[in-house]
């Protein structure tokens, strides 16, 4: 019987492979180089490294990075766009900002060529009139010339379609009859939602992505079936959920940020269950450096994030904060004699001055591992026998230190200093600059290199701890184990609530309802039980900014019970008396849009299965090593961490080592061992 789940993260730098076994609850993972450009590779080396027999597996979930650096290196499928009558330049003037506030310079290039954006007759209004029914031939021959052009794939993008998707329905229908392949993106189908140039974005991007990231998935799912694989193959979405690999081929724009989104999940339950429901995450592998701010024991989910500028994708994803910061990220010297780190990154090959393959710059992990924070004997990833300290230590001289008048370790110091001062500044950009005390925040780092930052994270920002969890490297390959199966769903309802026609919004909630439930019922997986939820995008009448209104709504048996127009009332006064303290006399109020969320919960492991077994402080001492901190080299204790029993106390200067990370507790520090194998890193007068 097949009873082993699989998670896969496919970062920058490396593929980490998380493998659970429900049968045993035991737990094995494996980090081997990421494989580029056809980053497959290395997501089949990593499994075949841990399970030699996919029969066994039951389900294998992947958070992916693949549609994110399309976007971000504009790498997507040459496209083509139909649209409405005078709207062909919707997605270049976007909402007339420009790249560089100041001064005149700086343009903006769609990711469709204007030559390519071809318009047709028809138009709805925006009460959903159509006063213009759309002219079939028109379209045809529009998708056509697209066709001829070599584009590959196609975005159907009409005004007011979220009011009425007859005209834009009837146009997809005939791309697609005539389209040579699967990818014909329809912006009402994908965003039914008030706001021209977000719908037309959103759903632009999607067309972008669809080639590359279907093309991708396909190969991994025939990879993975020639090799024995009959279970479900899942994909992590942005927002935290996951998705079957159909859904991601069709609406690819929502694994924008899947990687990233699924070290938030697990690390949020894995923070929960040790008891600390407000925390703030540090993802840091060889790229970036991903933070994340999760309060009582809930992630902030976004609705709408700009990739980069006039890439914005209007979806629900989960808030990240992402800086150029990673492992890898490339330290130099700019002409004023200022110290930068990133955001150029030397990847997974040539890789940091240590690994020896080639790269003569210094990187963060140079700094690390010439200041003896980490092993040179036993470096993360398997493919390397030894780090070149000597090669790190002379580039760090060569680039930084002679330029800036430092020797080799001061030079290291300086580059962990500028790292770890834009690492504190992306904290507190999730914090304190949104009204969250850092104090009553855990940190928790994951990814190869985030434990190695922790103790000085905690003195920047003054966080009360830091949690390591028990296996850090792969933490997003666990949560792609974690995460829930989730659709989102969201409808312009564009009324006044005084007599508004709660019958029609109900009819809304349970299409949605419908939907979400038909997929999960698809999927092979099985659920503990199914979670729905509604949110009104709600304002007074004349103000643009809205507020989020929960709706206290029950489901029983797939049947939604319709709202009352008293509940929405009294609904949003809440929600708008506790944002703004106050509510507006003779407001006439207005609901603008209703977002649903259908989740399947998926069972649960039991993280204290991946606590230590036995053992004793004494057999997990490895020795000790000179590592350098502040100004001066410190005798400092080498431990096994996998080997530490549980209540272990480690007082800091300390360092814990395993395949994925090394664990580094600074002096002043201490680090203790919970009942789920995590590392709590205090302060050592606590």
Not at 497 to 517: I, K, S, Y
Request: with cysteine; hydrophobic share 40%; proline share 5%.
């Amino acid at each position: 019987m097949s009873s082993k789940m699989i998670g896969v993260d496919v970062g920058g730098t490396f593929t980490d492979i998380f493998v659970l076994d429900e049968a045993t609850g035991t737990a094995q993972v494996a980090k081997v180089p990421t494989t580029r450009p056809d980053q497959s590779g290395g997501f089949l080396s990593g499994i075949s490294s841990r399970v030699s027999d996919l029969s066994e597996v039951s389900v294998v979930v992947h958070g992916t990075t693949a549609g994110t650096n399309a976007l971000l290196e504009r790498k997507g499928a040459r496209i083509g766009v139909i649209t409405t009558m005078g709207l062909r330049d919707v997605l270049e003037m976007r909402r007339r900002d420009r790249p560089r506030t100041w001064g005149l310079r700086g343009d903006f290039e769609p990711v469709v060529d204007r030559a390519l954006r071809l318009e047709v007759p028809e138009r709805t209004l925006a009460d959903g009139t159509i006063r213009t029914p759309v002219d079939l031939d028109a379209v045809r021959s529009a998708a056509k010339q697209l066709i001829d052009d070599g584009c590959l794939a196609c975005a159907i993008l009409f005004a007011n379609s979220y009011a009425n998707a007859e005209n834009e329905a009837l146009a997809v229908k005939a791309v697609r009859d005539i389209w040579p392949n699967a990818h014909v993106s329809c912006s009402s189908e994908i965003l039914p939602e008030i706001r021209e140039f977000e719908r037309f974005s959103t759903t632009a991007l999607n067309a972008y992505l669809q080639p590359e990231v279907s093309g991708y998935l396909a190969r991994l799912e025939t990879a993975l079936t020639s090799d024995g694989f009959t279970g479900e193959f899942m994909i992590v979405q942005s927002n935290g959920g996951v998705m079957d690999v159909d859904t991601a081929a069709s609406y690819p724009i929502r694994t924008a940020l899947s990687g990233p989104a699924a070290g938030v999940i697990a690390a949020g339950y894995i923070a929960e269950a040790a008891g600390f429901p407000d925390v703030i995450t540090g993802d840091m592998g060889g790229t970036s450096f991903d933070v994340s701010l999760i309060a009582k024991g809930k992630s902030m989910l976004s609705p709408q994030t700009s990739i980069d500028f006039g890439m914005v994708v209007r979806s629900p994803m989960i808030e990240i904060t992402t800086i150029g910061a990673g492992g890898g990220s490339i330290a130099w010297v700019d002409k004023g004699g200022l110290l930068n780190i990133g955001p150029e990154s030397a990847g997974s090959t040539p890789g940091p001055v240590a690994y020896g393959m080639g790269n003569t710059r210094p990187t963060v992990t140079d700094a690390n591992v010439v200041l003896g924070r980490i092993d040179p004997d036993n470096p993360i990833g398997g493919k390397l026998t030894r780090l070149d300290v000597e090669a790190a230590s002379a580039a760090i001289l060569e680039h930084v230190g002679k330029p800036l008048n430092l020797d080799a370790l001061q030079a290291a110091e300086a580059i962990l200093r500028v790292a770890n001062s834009r690492m504190a500044g992306a904290l507190r950009l999730v914090s304190i600059e949104k009204g969250f005390d850092p104090k009553r925040f855990a940190f928790m780092p994951f990814g190869g290199g985030g434990a190695l930052h922790a103790g000085a994270m905690m003195a920047d920002v003054g966080l009360a701890r830091a949690i390591v969890p028990r296996y850090p490297g792969v933490t997003s390959a666990m949560g792609c184990v974690i995460a829930d199966m989730r659709q989102d769903f969201v409808q312009t309802i564009n009324a006044m609530l005084t007599g508004m026609d709660t019958a029609h919004l109900t009819g809304f909630m349970q299409a949605h309802v419908d939907a979400g439930n038909a997929t999960l019922n698809h999927a092979k997986t099985t659920f503990e039980g199914i979670e729905t939820t509604f949110v009104l995008d709600m304002a007074y009448l004349g103000q643009t900014h809205t507020v989020s209104v929960p709706l206290p709504v029950t489901v029983t048996d797939g049947h939604v019970t319709p709202p009352s127009e008293d509940e929405i009332t009294q609904a949003f006064d809440k929600e708008y008396k506790s944002t703004y303290g106050r509510l507006l006399q003779n407001g006439t109020r207005r609901v603008i849009n209703l977002r649903s969320a259908v989740t399947g919960k998926r069972p649960r492991f039991d993280l204290s299965t991946l606590a230590p077994k036995g053992g004793t402080v004494e057999a997990a001492r490895k020795g000790t090593r000179q590592v350098h901190f502040a100004d001066a080299w410190h005798e400092t204790t080498i431990y096994n961490r996998l080997d530490l029993p549980i209540g272990a106390e480690i007082p800091g200067p300390a360092i814990l080592e395993q395949p994925d990370t090394t664990v580094l507790i600074e002096p002043g520090l201490k680090g203790i061992v919970d009942t789920f194998g995590n590392t709590l890193i205090e302060r050592a007068d606590t």
